[in-house]
Nanobody, 126 residues
Framework: QVQLVESGGGSVQAGGSLRLSCAAS????????MGWFRQAPGKEREFVAAVRWPAGSTYYTDSVKGRFTISRDNAKNTVYLQMNSLRPEDTAVYYC???????????????????WGQGTQVTVSS
């Protein structure tokens, strides 16, 4: 059973920064694409960012382009989401997710990920 454990959430003022981390228990971490999603109260869980295996292309939703950066450290089995210039509308629970091995399809849909973390809260105040 794969475990994904997020950390790094918290409360910040608008314009601030946070870095989220997601540590995976799966040994062959480099063979899996990783994604970050978020869910605000009363809203659907939405795609934020993703990175292909082993350290390939990155993808972002339009609202975070230029502010968020996804990266991965395969030696540490960890994926990161650096979030800068945070806005109140970024407030949500953030989840990391992992695809099946050697997955090469779209990374934007939740259904293409088979393991999820428990989520970490990010709150941005104005």
């Amino acid at each position: 059973q794969v475990q994904l454990v997020e950390s790094g959430g918290g409360s910040v003022q608008a314009g601030g920064s946070l870095r989220l981390s997601c540590a995976a228990s799966r040994r062959t971490f480099s063979s899996y694409a990783m994604g970050w999603f978020r869910q605000a109260p009363g809203k659907e869980r939405e795609f934020v960012a993703a990175v292909r295996w082993p350290a390939g292309s990155t993808y972002y939703t339009d609202s975070v382009k230029g502010r968020f950066t996804i990266s991965r450290d395969n030696a540490k089995n960890t994926v990161y989401l650096q979030m800068n210039s945070l806005r109140p509308e970024d407030t949500a629970v953030y989840y990391c997710a992992q695809t099946p091995p050697y997955y090469s399809g779209s990374l934007y849909q939740r259904s293409n990920y088979d393991y999820w973390g428990q989520g970490t809260q990010v709150t941005v105040s104005s």
